[in-house]
Structures are given as structure tokens and as C-alpha cells.
């Protein structure tokens, strides 16, 4: 189980840091994410981070937002910088295990401008 937290109304410029608490060992996990879908779009991958530490993020929140995890607490946090309109949506975590996918309840940031 995934539990998503931290969203919620910032202005642009301003920042907000997302948690996703999970159940079991991330350790467990091949990796995590994030992902986020603004009203009318697809869903979309924001970053992720594998098992072994590395990291990706999408390049428009490259030098913005930060991915990270935490094993010993179970949790992966998304810190996000330097917020814009554009980057208003539901915010999901994800963790992928073998062939399995996870995903979290979704938390709404929503940036005014």
C-alpha cells in the first residue's frame, strides 16, 4: 500500500515537498516514482528512483524538483522548487516490483499564478 501526502496550494516560485509512505520494504521495490496528470492530460512520469539509487526526472522539473527515498522510514519524497502553473495536477506514487506495479491515492498541488 502506498500513501501519498504533502500536496496542496502554492504560488508559482513557491515550493512543496510530497511523501509517499509505503507498507513494505522500498528496498523490496525495483524502483519508485512519481507521476503526475494536469486536468485533460495523460498521466506522466515526473521522476524515479531505482533500487540501486539512481535517478531520473522528466526534463522540464530537471534542476527543480529532487527525488529521494528514505529505506530505513520506507519513504520516497519528491521535493519540488521553484513551482509552476504548468506543473498543477494530481501527483501519484508508484513502485514497481518484478512485474508488478503499485500505485499510490494521488495528492493535488495545485500552483496559482
Known amino acids: 500500500q502506498l500513501q501519498a501526502s504533502g500536496g496542496g496550494l502554492v504560488q508559482a516560485g513557491g515550493s512543496l515537498r510530497l511523501s509517499c509512505s509505503v507498507s513494505e520494504r522500498i528496498s523490496n521495490m525495483n524502483s519508485m516514482g512519481w507521476y503526475r496528470q494536469a486536468p485533460g492530460k495523460q498521466r506522466e512520469l515526473v521522476a524515479v528512483i531505482t533500487s540501486g539509487g539512481s535517478t531520473e526526472h522528466e526534463d522540464s522539473v530537471k534542476g527543480r524538483f529532487t527525488i529521494s527515498r528514505d529505506n530505513a522510514k520506507n519513504t520516497v519524497d519528491l521535493q519540488m522548487n521553484s513551482l509552476k502553473f504548468e506543473d498543477t495536477g494530481v501527483y501519484y506514487c508508484?513502485?514497481?516490483?518484478?512485474?508488478?506495479?503499485?500505485w499510490g491515492q494521488g495528492t493535488q498541488v495545485t500552483v496559482s499564478s
Open positions: 508508484q513502485a514497481r516490483k518484478a512485474w508488478r506495479v503499485y
